[in-house]
């Protein structure tokens, strides 16, 4: 299946740049900027074309009758945000059960315009110890880009400052719903 995804996002005229999967056994991506349903099977495709095997995190009315078995076939665990269930604490759980795990989430949190994004992948690389990683879907230039996995430090403002820096300028599918 591997081999028909990557030929698919040939044919789209797509590129993968970066080192993805990396060669750590866990870790946390996060993938911006999310303005379209698009993104989500690209992020499929991705994933398939280089053999990934992590999971990602989706509202949890995706995850209700009748498609909800997809999503969960697909490696989506439901978030419900509609009330605080310390979803950090949750997944970090869930990274300290396992050996190898690796999951992507979108920082934004949705594909309408917003402010500023979410930070819960980060404290849940913070929290669990594990490395982040950085992914752009650059629909412009048609690139998937990764950067390379790297510890969270005590110096917030200096990581966020890193991590909005990577996605400044990136145009998503629809632009005028990006971060700025």
Known sequence: ??????????????????????KDKKYVIAVGPHTSNWDFPLGLLVRSARQAKVVFIGKHTLFKFPYGFIFRWLGGYPVDRRRS?????SVVKIFNEKEEFSVVISPEGTRKKVEKMKTGFYYIA??????????KFDWQRKEVVFS?????????????EKIYSYFRGVKGKNPQWGID
């Open 1 to 22: 299946m591997h081999k028909i995804s990557a030929w698919i996002l040939k044919l789209l005229g797509w590129s993968i740049v970066g080192v993805f999967p990396p």
């Open 85 to 89: 269930t310390n979803f950090v604490d």
């Open 126 to 135: 913070k929290t669990a110890g594990i490395p982040l990683m950085l992914c």
């Open 148 to 160: 390379e996995t790297f510890l969270t430090t005590e110096n917030e403002k200096s990581d966020f």
